[in-house]
């Protein structure tokens, strides 16, 4: 097995383009093809995650969140990766398998080119962001594995020069709101706060009976009146925040400009934007930009989608959903260089099923393993559509 590794990495293009990810896949020609002794083979799982507490933003609460495992079979080796879907993404556990069932790597041969693969991938349907990354982050698993190499050395990154994690407070009952407080204390360097309701200075004034940690929050599109808006930044200004992320309804891209504009404090995209097509269109409406795998496809499209946003001089966080280690210890491979970061999201559910990258010091850092760094840690049922 190792010689047809060393053969099939003397195969591979090697090269990094300076602004573009890494190539990842290659399609076979024809005769090459026939030549190959093994093919990618795709199953994945449904999997439900449990929340430590109850999770609330402006517009919804909920205690699980629904996921769809992937593994890709290749060589004797397994690439995994992940599905995450939250309410608003609008993609379920029944949406995402049936796009897996459409999914036939069988024409392409893991390398580091990744142009057709990803083409071949959004061509089948339109949106399934998190189906799409679910394959994404499973093919870069595999890729690293095959070289013996975790991926944020094939980015040339220093996983070390990263920005501390925030580690998220819902909307909630003072009571609760102090004890997630107490929780993080010791263990995070920066707190993000849920708001976009009624009570987003009793909130904020529970977590300062509690610490005067640097505090980033979130309205989720849940603030309507600029003015009002700009009244409330100035006012947390002052309590020690240092960043705003969605602070209007994604669509009023004027109203969100004009604050940006007058506010103090960076604001953030996030529900604006989706994928690398929406990055030009937001310069000079908001400071920066927060990239989430499951919203652009996975890893290959968040790399394109830094550079481009540092090339036109934004900021750049990496955000989550709620995630297993899988998807976290993706994102924690590209994201050194940044400016914030939200990986927590695998810190706040009960039942992880595998092991990656590790908070430490407030800080999630990638794992030395190849690939995006995981293995599981429960043995995992996978099903394909031959099953």
């Known amino acids: 097995m190792k010689q047809n590794?060393?053969?099939?990495?003397?195969?591979s293009a090697m090269a990094a383009a300076s602004l573009t990810a890494p190539s990842l896949f290659s399609a076979c020609t024809p005769s090459r093809k026939k030549?190959?002794?093994?093919?990618?083979?795709?199953?994945?799982?449904?999997?439900?995650l449990q929340l430590n507490h109850t999770f609330t933003i402006s517009g919804f609460s909920r205690k699980t969140?629904?996921?769809?495992?992937?593994?890709?079979?290749?060589d004797g080796l397994?690439?995994?990766g992940e599905a995450s879907l939250p309410p608003y993404l609008g993609e379920t556990q029944d949406s995402v398998i049936e796009f897996l069932k459409k999914?036939?790597?069988?024409?392409?041969?893991?390398?580091?080119e990744m142009e057709e693969v990803i083409a071949y991938l959004d061509g089948i349907v339109e949106g399934n962001t998190a189906a799409k990354a679910a394959v994404d982050i499973a093919l870069h698993d595999l890729v690293g594995k095959i070289e013996e190499t975790p991926w944020y050395k094939i980015y040339g990154l220093d996983k070390y020069k990263v920005p501390d994690t925030t580690f998220t407070i819902g909307i909630d009952t003072d009571d609760v709101v102090r004890e997630k407080t107490r929780e993080a204390l010791g263990r995070f360097n920066i707190l993000k706060v849920k708001v976009g309701g009624p009570d987003d200075k009793r909130m904020i004034e529970a977590i300062r009976s509690e610490t005067d940690l640097p505090l980033a929050v979130d309205a989720n599109q849940g603030w309507k009146d600029r003015r009002q808006a700009l009244d409330m930044i100035f006012w947390m200004k002052e309590r020690g925040v240092v960043m705003v992320e969605q602070p209007m309804p994604k669509e009023d891209l004027d109203s969100i400009a004009r604050l940006t504009e007058e506010s103090p404090l960076p604001i953030f995209a996030d529900e604006s934007i989706q994928r690398l097509s929406d990055v030009e269109r937001l310069k000079g409406i908001f400071s920066g930009i927060n990239i989430k795998l499951m919203k652009c496809t996975g890893m290959h499209e968040a790399w394109k989608m830094r550079e481009l946003v540092q090339s036109l001089g934004m900021k750049v966080m990496i955000?989550?959903?709620?995630?297993?280690?899988?998807?976290?210890?993706?994102?924690a491979q590209l994201y050194s260089g940044m400016d914030f970061a939200d990986l927590d999201g695998a810190l706040l559910i009960g039942n992880d099923c595998f092991e990656g990258a590790t908070l430490e010091r407030g800080k999630i850092i990638a794992s030395d393993l190849p690939g995006i760094g995981v293995k599981p840690i429960q043995e995992l049922t996978f099903f394909s559509y031959r099953d």
């Not at 590794?5 to 195969?11: A, N, S, T």
């Not at 955000?319 to 994102?331: D, L, N």
């Open 5 to 11: 590794r060393r053969h099939f990495l003397k195969m």
């Open 35 to 48: 030549q190959l002794k093994a093919t990618m083979n795709l199953s994945w799982k449904p999997y439900n």
């Open 65 to 74: 969140t629904p996921i769809v495992l992937v593994k890709i079979e290749y």
């Open 78 to 80: 397994e690439g995994y």
């Open 103 to 112: 999914v036939d790597l069988s024409a392409f041969t893991p390398s580091r």
């Open 319 to 331: 955000g989550c959903m709620t995630e297993t280690s899988c998807a976290i210890s993706a994102a």
